[in-house]
């Protein structure tokens, strides 16, 4: 397709479309081996210029997955990054969303035409990212969910960003795929520390056994991106305690709650510590989704 034809093609959708020779067009996706020698965008295209971090992960996420995509992310953009994701379900939609609630921008990398939301339940989110950030998109408009396009989208997911979190994966999975593209492009990448015992975590503890980052809370990661970010860590650190992101929370208690239920009483007997001063740090971690109350005590997410 021509770039007169593809202009025209975009604007009927009400798209721009960005050629690698644009000076709108991201510096560090041209700078990969095999850049998108045009880009359809819908939204802002500027948010593909600002520093980002990519956070993909399993369609069929566990409730905690999900929380804590929604919850970093929403951290993460109060550090100054924006948050690309494929606008899948699972832990993609949640990042998404994570961003937007907490005021940030998001950008959503699109394996279809830019005039075709995929999955369908996800057009009021994509609206959302369009408003607050940029649908993006390689494929001509019209191109429906094929599967082959979606390994081919994940390079760009990683190359728009500085780096890529895993937040939880299966093995095999497209974000090992997203996550392998992004060490092949010179990019960070992160993933959370699951249990053995979680099949769905295990593309995670693979990556970590790899050379991954293990991450634990978003400090992990803005310590590993560097200088760029020294004045939003400061920033961040200057912060009201009420105001930090729970998940920073790294408590005394956690190492005593597995992935197995445990009773308040035998916390409180293992801790040595008062009742009161235990439900309070329990408290703190269900906040910030990292145990969760069952009927016969706690369990870690």
Known sequence: MTLAKAKAAAEAVGASILGIDDERYPALL?????????LYVRGDPAALLDAQLAVVGSRRASSGGIRLSQTMSGQL???????????ALGVDGAAHLGALEAGGKSIAVMATGIDVVYPRRHQ???????????????????????????PQRNRIISGLSLGV??????LPSGSLITAGTALEQGREVFALPWSILHDGGRGCLKLIRDGAKMVQGVDDILEELGPLFALQQESY???????RPALLHRSWLLTLVGFEVVALDELVKCSGRPVA???????????SGQVVRTAGGFIRC
Do not use: M, Y
């Open 237 to 243: 650190a200057a912060a009201s305690p009420g105001d």
């Open 124 to 150: 009021a989110l994509a609206r959302q990212v369009e408003q607050a950030g940029c649908l993006v998109t390689e494929f001509p408009p019209g191109t429906p969910p094929l599967r082959q396009n979606f």
């Open 165 to 170: 979190l895993v937040v939880e994966a299966a």
């Open 277 to 287: 001063q235990v439900l309070a740090e329990l408290s703190a971690l269900e906040l």
């Open 77 to 87: 953009v109060r550090t100054g990054l924006h948050i690309c994701s494929g606008l």
């Open 30 to 38: 041209r700078a990969i081996h095999d850049p998108p020698p045009l």
